[in-house]
């Protein structure tokens, strides 16, 4: 399970960065998210799995890009002068893991209130429910919050 779950505040609240991937929002803990930064030449991995299959440096560390697209069925992408790189840090099996992942455009920090989730929908939904913890509606969109963990192994 995510690290979302340790970041709610005792009102119930979960304070995210909010961006744009597709046509999609998608809302991702803020206290996972290390910075944002234009996009940074990357270098193709021969054999790599289809949403992990670049690299880029940050900082002089090497960091997986992950294009999250695949993973919810959406087509690739060309870079905008919207797009970033949202350098995350995530436990895998145990381990802290920094990823970098591409988003089409990053909107604030916000807070969703955690009263108002929702289940992912069994039918007429195009997400992959393994993928997502949760969606909530706001204003009059709805905000996919994400099992990234998942969506990375």
Do not use: C
């Amino acid at each position: 399970m995510s690290d979302a779950a340790e970041t709610v505040r005792a009102d119930g609240t979960l304070q995210v960065v909010m961006l744009r991937i597709g046509s999609e929002t998608f809302a991702l803990d803020a206290g996972m998210v290390r910075e944002i930064i234009d996009p940074i030449p990357a270098t193709h991995v021969a054999g790599a799995r289809a949403h992990l299959d670049r690299i880029v440096n940050v900082r002089g560390n090497v960091v997986p890009l992950a294009d999250i697209r695949e993973r919810f069925g959406m087509k690739p992408a060309v870079t905008t002068p919207d797009t970033r790189f949202v350098v995350i840090e995530v436990v895998i099996d145990g381990d802290p893991v920094v990823v970098a992942l591409v988003a089409d455009r990053v909107f604030e920090v916000t807070e969703i209130h955690l009263d108002q989730k929702q289940p992912v929908p069994k039918i007429g939904a195009s997400w992959r429910p393994e993928y997502i913890r949760f969606i909530v509606k706001r204003d009059d969109d709805f905000v996919i919050v994400p099992d990234v963990e998942q969506i990375l192994i």
